[in-house]
């Protein structure tokens, strides 16, 4: 009886180490494989604008803590150029292992719009991770460019007849677009010129080369304080804290008028909702991590943890308001 009662107590055992292996085994390949196995290749967030700018910025900050919380290493692979659609091109191709990222901003919805046979869906081809954060712009000025603000080079414009040129990241980037919006809702012809990024615009508006780029805070600050260029005009709701000598557009003459940037993380749209979550998770614990934080406010950066959602309407009530816009004016890359 004792034997029967041991050999049942036998089998029973091995079932449940059987079935204890099974669970681990489909739950070890539920996960994706760098969260299997901690030497995986080195994980890229890409960007679609140089080194220096402020996108270039927030990606490094972001790979530095997600190094630190997701145990591998993240590096950032600048690829500028085409209205950053080489970089969104690369990652929407790129397999869905959760070792390719995309670093957009806010004209990444409208881009369909703007070059209808991209060889990708900027809104199809990816999964939303989440918001980073928002950030307002400053429009800056060479200082030989009549007036003490916005409304003032504006009136100037129009009174001698000659056009004003603004220096954008690319054809279809949030400057850009934005500029377009003043030029249709001031009536002042404004002439587009477009560089790679903001810093290569900013540097022609230093030597004069062209009247006005938009900047963000972190980009136009330091310039500001040394004299090269001279703010006209902030594109938020309200003057910000760090410049409250500078008004804002609406302030200008152009009521209403509000634009904002933000900066947002895909992933290509294949990725599994496991992977996802990880980063969404890691995402907000940077952006509420203190020190993190801190470090994106100084970048003039207000961090906006969320879920993925908040991004997914986010970039489809952008993707309205920019397309119109685009049709509208027949805004075309050059």
Do not use: C
Request: proline share 8%.
């Amino acid at each position: 009886m004792n034997r029967h009662r041991d050999a049942f107590a036998l089998r029973r055992s091995a079932l449940a180490s059987a079935f204890a292996s099974t669970v681990a085994m489909l739950a070890l390949a539920a996960m994706p494989a760098w969260a299997q196995d901690p030497g995986a290749r080195v994980a890229r967030i890409v960007v679609g604008s140089a080194a220096g700018a402020s996108s270039d910025t927030v990606a490094r900050l972001l790979a530095e803590s997600f190094t630190r919380t997701l145990g591998r290493h993240f590096i950032v692979d600048n690829k500028p150029g085409a209205s950053s659609n080489i970089a969104a091109d690369l990652v929407a191709k790129s397999p869905p292992d959760g070792n390719q990222l995309l670093l957009i901003y806010n004209a990444h919805p409208a881009v369909g719009a703007l070059f209808p046979h991209l060889p990708f869906d900027p809104i199809k081809d990816f999964r939303s991770v989440g918001m980073v954060g928002t950030t307002p712009y400053v429009l800056v000025a060479t200082p030989t460019l009549p007036g003490r603000d916005l409304g003032e080079a504006l009136a100037q414009a129009k009174a001698v007849g000659k056009p004003l040129t603004f220096g954008s990241t690319g054809a279809g980037s949030p400057q850009h677009l934005t500029m377009e919006r003043l030029r249709k809702e001031s009536g002042v012809d404004i002439t587009m010129v477009h560089y790679k990024g903001g810093a290569l615009a900013a540097n022609d508006v230093i030597a004069g080369h062209v009247n006005m780029a938009l900047a963000t805070p972190s980009l136009a600050l330091p310039q500001l304080k040394a004299g090269r260029v001279k703010a006209l005009a902030v594109t938020s709701d309200k003057r910000l804290p760090e410049l409250p000598q500078v008004p804002t557009v609406t302030e200008a003459g152009i009521r209403g008028f509000v634009s904002v940037g933000w900066f947002a993380l895909l992933l290509p749209a294949a990725t599994p909702d496991a992977v996802v979550q990880r980063y969404n998770d890691a995402l907000n614990t940077a952006l509420s991590n203190a020190p993190f934080k801190d470090r994106f406010e100084a970048q003039g950066i207000t961090p906006t943890p969320g879920a993925p959602g908040v991004l997914d309407r986010q970039m489809q009530a952008d993707a309205k308001i920019w397309t119109r816009l685009i049709k509208e004016l027949n805004i075309t890359p050059e």
